[in-house]
């Protein structure tokens, strides 16, 4: 390590968009790996409307490693951030900057301590995949602060340690998430379908229906629906593996119709194995119930 007095400081700074699923995510076969138990495919939205910027630093001054969300300090003890760091610092390399006078080697990385400032443009936790964005954002900035030279699939393997579906925004476009096989997780990662361009006429529109903190956290009402729908088995072995590849293909033919019928099938089935939960969840309420029998009786292309 190098500069003046050890006074230096190292930043750098990432957004990512969170993304919606069209085939949902919902139970997780391992917690702590968070591996899935189906394949979802997602789109991930523009950055300007829905995401989350995050700057990292290090410094030699700092003593511990610390994150602000939204401006105000939250622990990092828990598991995923723990996860997400540790991962990231294996993969550290060497970082040189000469105007500053810095040099990071390998080693030094064990010894170094980070501070995370992370912001987020819309409400978090509320269900619109807040710690998506966050944890692909988070993962995303490590690794170009401690210059991890891993391509975008094993990083996504280790944003999907923070949550789940942040894996999928590590892309932009159409994403697929594969649930993989292996015990270490290391093929459940992300795969980029179509990019952002592929069809850049469908719009999204995010209808807020209520911005209050979910009263299930998904992690919970994952954990139950895995513990006692039956429904779920039938959805994971029979109902995913089809839908998922009529998906792919109204995807690549930009088939609205289908792509739109499946989305909505899809969101019902979900809602359905929340139901089919003891205790049974609900995450929809009365002005969701309205608007989803609209649009999905109604959906046509714009
Ligand atoms: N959870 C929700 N928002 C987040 C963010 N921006 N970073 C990390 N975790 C989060």
Redesign the pocket.
């Known amino acids: 390590m190098g500069g003046d007095q050890e006074e230096w400081i190292l930043m750098a700074t990432a957004r990512s968009p969170t993304n919606i699923a069209v085939i949902k995510y919902w139970g997780k076969r391992d917690e702590t790996l968070i591996l899935p138990v189906n394949d979802s495919v997602s789109v991930t939205l523009d950055p300007d409307h829905l995401s ?1 910027t ?1 700057t990292v630093a290090v410094s030699p001054r700092f003593s511990s490693d610390r ?1 602000w ?2 401006g105000k300090e ?1 622990s990092l003890s828990g598991g995923r ?1 723990q996860s997400c760091l540790r991962e990231i610092r294996s993969r550290a390399e060497e970082v040189e900057d000469e105007k500053k006078g810095i040099r990071i080697r390998k080693e030094d990385w064990g010894r170094l301590h980070v501070h ?1 400032a ?3 443009n819309f409400p ?2 509320a269900g619109l995949a ?2 998506a ?3 692909a ?2 993962v995303f900035s490590l690794s170009k602060l401690m210059n991890v030279k891993e391509e975008l699939g094993p990083l996504s393997a280790i944003a999907r340690q ?2 789940g579906s942040a894996c999928r925004s590590l892309y932009g476009g159409f994403v697929k998430w594969q649930m993989g096989n292996a015990p270490d997780g290391s093929d459940s990662i992300a795969v980029q379908l179509t990019s952002e361009s592929h069809w850049d006429d469908l719009v999204i529109v995010i209808a807020v229906v209520s911005s209050r903190q979910k009263e299930t956290s998904s992690t919970t009402g994952m954990r139950e629906t895995v513990e006692t729908s039956a429904l779920l088995q039938y959805r994971t072995k029979v109902v995913v593996p089809s839908r998922i590849l009529q998906m792919e293909e109204a995807i690549r033919s930009r088939d609205f119709e289908t792509f739109a019928k499946l989305t909505c099938a899809d969101s019902n089935q979900f809602h359905a194995v929340c139901l089919d939960t003891s205790p049974p969840i609900f995450y929809m309420n009365d002005t969701s119930h309205r608007h989803d029998y609209q649009s999905c009786r109604k959906m046509e292309p714009f």
């Open positions: 989350a995050t994150m969300l939204n939250i951030f995370i992370s912001y987020n978090t936790a807040s710690s964005a966050g944890f954002c988070l923070g949550s």
